[in-house]
């Protein structure tokens, strides 16, 4: 296979609009994806044609959607290869993942257990667990970076120890793009009988994900970046992890009896999906897959690099502009600052030549703060930019710096 760069962006209708009388340079694809046509077709058509309530009714429009939901349960399971769809659970995102999570899990903790996080954690997976902290007594323990923006392995290991109930780290970073070595974090964690939970909503993005290659116990992720809708996303858990949670939220579906008396759960997913799930937006989801599935995972990945390799070059001697993270192999984000300009304004302005960054502190205050910092700038590709676009950024970007110079 091979990667065909100008078909794959005309299924994007969004990217043939200006912004300010300019070609739109969507740079901020970290935070949300564009969509492909597939997915809004695919979610038009269910809204058109066929729409119900799903596992809950008989006739013929309740049955079609049951089972185009549990396709997109179904689609999810292979793309991340789970040994079965019942290790699937749809969530609202990586957020309501994470907090699933450390909310049931958080039930049999005691005051004194321990969960390993480290200090490049977005917010989704430092604050369920700080509540659990207030509440109950637990103990975070956080692994340091080293200037590149790795994880301290040496000190990862060491915070291992006999009141670790969870390790929770980022597959890699929204901030830094450094891909974190998911299988050594895995054993080292194993080896001493705990859990892991990775935070995959980068990771699923520019690379192909095998959750039982991995021997992962949990992995979360969001279809807003993976080129789907909002409102979706996926818990994968092992069966005999799943089946020792207790119910994170309850209500319709969940349930196996009712009675004024007592209640009886029903078995992982639906154990962890009360209530009406997200249904158009799984069927989004699945079509957001199917589509990605067509591509050559990793000619676009070489893709993304590239575009990172050519806006790195072309800034080349600019010492007015200082990147954050420089770990080796990390992905294609570029989070910076500008010498004498805040973030906020570096995005405002880059906007007036069209060009979508990010700015603010990424939902990773601690990152920053590691890095003396209280904000910065981002720029993210995705498989839809082109070379040109790179550079735009770059002229976009020396222009910029005039108005602080």
């Not at 906020?344 to 302005?349: E, F, S, Y």
């Not at 920053?368 to 070379?387: I, K, P, Q």
């Amino acid at each position: 296979m091979s990667f065909d760069l100008a078909k794959a962006r005309a299924e994007f209708p969004i990217l043939r609009r200006e912004v300010n009388g300019r070609p739109l340079v969507y740079l901020d694809s970290a935070a949300s994806a564009q969509k492909p046509r597939a997915v809004i077709e695919a979610m038009a058509g269910a809204m058109q044609h066929s729409y119900a309530n799903v596992h809950r009714g008989l006739h013929t429009l309740a049955n079609e959607t049951t089972e185009a939901y549990e396709k997109a349960r179904e689609s999810v399971r292979r793309f991340i290869n789970a040994g079965s769809a019942g290790e699937i659970v749809f969530t609202k995102g990586t957020t309501e993942a994470i907090n699933l999570v450390a909310s049931s899990l958080g039930q049999r903790l005691e005051a004194g257990d321990e969960v390993v996080l480290s200090e490049m954690e977005h917010h989704a997976n430092i604050v369920p667990w700080h509540f659990l902290r207030e509440c109950k007594g637990v103990v975070l323990k956080f692994v340091p970076l080293t200037d590149d923006g790795r994880l301290d392995m040496d000190a990862y290991r060491r915070l291992l120890g006999p009141r670790t109930r969870m390790v929770a780290l980022s597959h890699m970073s929204n901030v830094l793009g450094t891909i974190n070595p998911a299988a050594e974090i895995i054993a080292a964690a194993h080896a001493v009988g705990v859990p892991v939970l990775l935070d995959g909503a980068q990771a699923i993005v520019h690379a192909e994900v095998d959750v039982q290659g991995l021997d992962v116990d949990f992995y979360a992720f969001s279809g807003h970046k993976l080129y789907g809708p909002t409102g979706i996303g996926v818990l994968y858990g092992k069966a005999e992890r799943l089946a020792a949670l207790p119910p994170y939220q309850g209500g319709g579906e969940m349930i196996g009896t009712v009675t004024l008396e007592a209640i009886t759960y029903a078995d992982p997913p639906h154990r962890f999906e009360a209530g009406t799930p997200p249904i158009l937006e799984a069927i989004g989801l699945s079509a957001a897959i199917e589509w990605l599935g067509g591509l050559d995972r990793q000619a676009v990945a070489r893709h993304e690099r590239s575009l990172y390799e050519r806006l790195k070059a072309g800034l080349s001697g600019a010492n007015w502009v200082t990147e954050i993270g420089q770990a080796p192999g990390k992905g294609a984000i570029f989070s910076f600052t500008v010498e004498g300009a805040h973030a906020h304004d570096v995005a405002q302005i880059l906007d007036r030549y069209g060009v979508a960054v990010r700015a603010g502190t990424h939902c990773a205050e601690p990152l920053l703060r590691r890095f003396g910092l209280t904000s910065s700038a981002r720029a993210s590709f995705a498989l839809y930019n082109t070379v040109e676009e790179a550079d735009s950024f770059v002229e976009a970007l020396h222009k910029t710096r005039t108005f602080f110079s």
